[in-house]
């Protein structure tokens, strides 16, 4: 059973930064990828950054390229987000995700577990 609890979100000024952190309660953390996805009120879902298991191999939306870094510590089966250099087009509500898949995926319906979501609001 994988549960995924997100954690870090918040109020920052544009410029600022966030770290976000997913916690993962499934005994296989390091077995499957884990992604980063967004959605701000009246859009849809979007990929924001993607981790294989081992960690090794990351992918990146081209809006968040050079700012954000996605990492992941399996011992403490946990995903981070750092974001640095925010923008008010950042905000929205930050979900990770659980892809027991081998290679990185950037859809939503690629994903086989979520979080609830934790709100980051970016002020200009």
């Known amino acids: 059973q994988v549960q995924l609890v997100e954690s870090g979100g918040g109020l920052v000024r544009a410029g600022g930064s966030l770290r976000l952190s997913c916690a993962d309660s499934g005994r296989t953390f390091s077995n499957y990828a884990m992604g980063w996805f967004r959605q701000a009120p009246g859009k849809e879902r979007e990929f924001v950054a993607a981790?294989?298991?081992?960690?090794?191999?990351?992918y990146y939306a081209d809006s968040v390229k050079g700012r954000f870094t996605i990492s992941r510590d399996n011992a403490k089966n946990t995903v981070y987000l750092q974001m640095n250099k925010l923008k008010p087009e950042d905000t929205a509500v930050y979900y990770c995700?659980?892809?027991?898949?081998?290679?990185?995926?950037?859809?939503?319906?690629?994903?086989?577990?979520w979080g609830q979501g934790t709100q980051v609001t970016v002020s200009s």
């Open positions: 981790i294989i298991g081992s960690g090794g191999i990351t």
């Open positions: 995700a659980a892809d027991f898949g081998v290679n990185i995926a950037t859809m939503p319906n690629e994903y086989d577990y």
